[in-house]
């Protein structure tokens, strides 16, 4: 990561995880820098699970990060300002199946400290991840039927993916407590 990045412990961020993830999205970037896709998400969460700080995030198969993400044992999730709200709206319009999408999006990707991860230098904070877990949604088990129907037209539920946060790389306009 370049030097603006500085380590810290997950537990010394000061954000609200339902702004960050739902309102200002995120990329899910799997792969290393000469072999990775990114797609914008705005479906996750974090929290702890078996004694580690960890990212979950929801995947549906048809998109090209789902391969990557089942390719790479690693995975970075990359949040940026306001300013980049646009580029992340085009990356979750584009599949990189048809394109350098990053580049025209403007961003710049960059290797990350944890072998085989790739983020953008424009991030303001990145976790990088290993994968701990994972399980595809499964239609029997939804309680309320309303969510098949309203979520999963095309059948396409999700894979979910529960990741350790090894790394949690942080800009100085990011507050900690």
Known sequence: MEPAFRKVNPKQLQINPFTL???DWFLVTAGPPDNYNTLTAAWGGLGEVWGKDVVTLYIRPVRYTYEFLEKYPTFTCAFFGKEH???????????????????EAGLTPIPGMLEGTTSFAEACMVFECRKLYYQDFDPAHFVDPLIDKHWYPEKDYHRMYIGEIVNCLVKPEVKLR
């Open 85 to 103: 709200k646009r580029a992340l709206q085009l990356l979750g319009q584009r599949s990189g199946r048809d394109g350098d999408k990053v580049a």
């Open 21 to 23: 993830i739902l309102k």
